[in-house]
DNA sequence: AGAGACGATGTGACCGTGCACATACAAGGA
DNA sequence: TCCTTGTATGTGCACGGTCACATCGTCTCT
């Protein structure tokens, strides 16, 4: 009876070595590509490897090497719809390069969390950390923190100088109010997101550049959380001033509650007004009306941040990546005036 | 001029033992709460521990004792609500218990791919897996794999021997067709989930038992796929058969969907015909009309899923948690006959 | 008082890799 | 022919922890 003693201990590199008659230092070469390997040499290795099913230990590995092969991502979303689509670009393209991902959720953005949630990504001797983390704030803190580690950040701030991309926010924000502005609105209002909030800065900064360049009255804007909730408060709260006749939403989940808000309030949309949300999540297209809003490829924006990062990590060039076009989706909440 | 040279190893523990004057040993003990280390001693440590600003390398830890202190997360999602949400407290919860986590997303369902996501997690080295694969298949392949590796899945196949754990799907969806029924609808129609998902099965059976028991007639349930474009065309489908005053589907997004269908068909909600979903996700309440659904607490079940595991982990008894209350969500899509 | 138990600490080996260096042999140039 | 150069492989150590065992002193029981 073979039973299996105690437990059975994974087959080593030695191991494979010695069934394979050569040293473990020739079984090491052929598991890094080494070039001075005779190919006879290579197949007893492999056909070794084969037999003894033998997987490199990634525990070992890492502490001779001090490389994990390991992203950390750093997120700070409360689950965003765009955040978390990203998420999944970055670890599929993370696996496909034989990177495992670990993600890291905060809780709140406080200097001190932030810290130590790099502290704890340090720990685990991640490569190179993906930052979510859309606060300015979380920014500022990254940057004072002289982190010793490549790092991607998915928000570009203003006049950064780490190494960061987005998909082009201003461009999105200046299209949608333009296609207002384009319907005959000249009155437009904008509900942006939180205050430090990198994206909320800049597709209000495209909402105000439109309305500029267009010589429109701006309106101070009305600062959001983001939430659904917020937005149908801001319907009703609006439906008491009437002058305007368009709101830009900062995004689709505060614009859907603003619908609900002006419903509720006896404002229709958009005879009464003109609706414009932001980021196209699954259901603008269902709700009523229909929400018109700005397309992002969110997976591609976390390919890329993968690609930066690990061209940072191998020392290689880094690739440049033209800002990630953004598309106005015109549906039913936006008409003539 | 101080240059670092190099590359600044980091401190070891025995960098820590040599300050502090004491054997490698006595600081690897006071790292481990080791019962026998006289205060001063534990003092000195601690003092020379934050001198080095030392952390232990977790890579050799893992080396020698064969944990990693990690747990794996297999999601085979693509994307939805519910999952994802669950991810975070899953992620919460393992962090709070000194466990980081890798996630992997799985694109396809195919025994191949489950296999080689199972290989590269064990690769890794985790400690444990938390699946989140809803479909019923995905759950066999993890069955017949003899996984040599704790896990749990967040899903409930019916018969299951594994350790798992869910939400009460079933009693929710009983709850929601009751809810019509009390409302005064006897033909009651159900979009249900994909065939192997794990979900969709529960819902459904919920509705069926329902239904069986009020002895009303039931239909064949019509197949989506969670999506809301789906829900749109099974609207302007069931539009043209009046059979029913009730539709009770599987998910939200499918629910805003056929929301959208009966609105182009002409038909209205709830007057001619009243509309119930589940997941309760955050726009249900917002869209037109107000969405009736079942509330269910997603990163409460990641919490737990996280508490299984470690219990197994370490071999202490398993905590046996009650089903997961689901909520009735009662709000305008849902009218009296 | 002597022996055993226990508490507090030290010593050395070991986990599975990769790296630096050594070695052996073949090929090529002076 | 001898030395240099390059290719293919082997040897020993280091990485940073933990574990098993040894040691030493103190306390307690007979």
């Known amino acids: 009876m073979s039973t299996a003693s105690e437990r059975a201990r994974m087959p080593s590199i030695r191991d494979v070595a010695r069934l394979a008659g050569v040293s473990h230092q020739t079984v090491s070469r052929v598991l890094n590509d080494h070039p001075s390997i005779r190919p006879e040499t290579k197949a007893k290795v492999l056909d070794a490897i084969a037999v003894l099913d033998y997987r490199p230990n990634l525990a070992a590995r890492a502490l001779v090497t001090s490389k994990s092969n390991m992203l950390g991502i750093l997120a700070a979303t409360v689950g965003e719809f765009g955040p978390t689509s990203s998420i999944v670009g970055i670890e599929d393209a993370a696996r496909e390069e034989g990177y495992s991902v670990s993600t890291l959720n905060l809780s709140a953005t406080t200097p001190e969390a932030i810290g130590s949630a790099l502290r704890q990504l340090a720990r685990e ?52 109010t333009e296609h207002l502005i384009g319907l005959g609105h000249s009155d437009i209002i904008h509900i942006a997101g939180p205050q430090d909030w990198i994206e909320a800065e800049s597709r209000m900064r495209g909402y105000l550049d439109a309305l500029r360049e267009a010589d429109l009255p701006t309106f101070p804007p009305i600062r959001g959380d983001w939430t659904a909730d917020f937005g149908y408060f801001a319907g009703q709260e609006l439906a008491r001033r009437r002058d305007f006749t368009a709101v830009f939403v900062a995004n689709d ?4 509650g603003l619908l609900h808000g002006f419903r509720d309030a006896g404002i229709r949309v958009p005879e009464d007004v003109s609706v414009v949300g932001f980021d196209d999540i699954p259901v603008a297209a269902h709700v009523a009306p229909t929400l018109s809003t700005v397309h992002q490829d969110f997976p591609e924006l976390g390919r890329r941040a993968v690609r930066i990062l690990l061209a940072q990590i191998r020392g290689e060039q880094v690739p440049q990546f033209g800002p990630l076009q953004t598309t106005l989706r015109t549906r039913e909440s936006s008409a003539p005036r």
Request: glycine share 8%; aromatic share 4%.
């Open 125 to 176: 001797q991640v490569d190179g950390i993906v930052v979510l983390a859309p606060q300015v704030r979380t920014f500022h803190v990254l940057k004072g923190m002289a982190v010793e580690m490549p790092f991607v950040s998915l928000q570009t701030a203003s006049g950064s100088d780490g190494v960061t991309l987005s998909a082009d926010q201003v461009a999105g924000a200046r299209t949608a």
């Open 253 to 256: 989940q505060m614009a859907i």
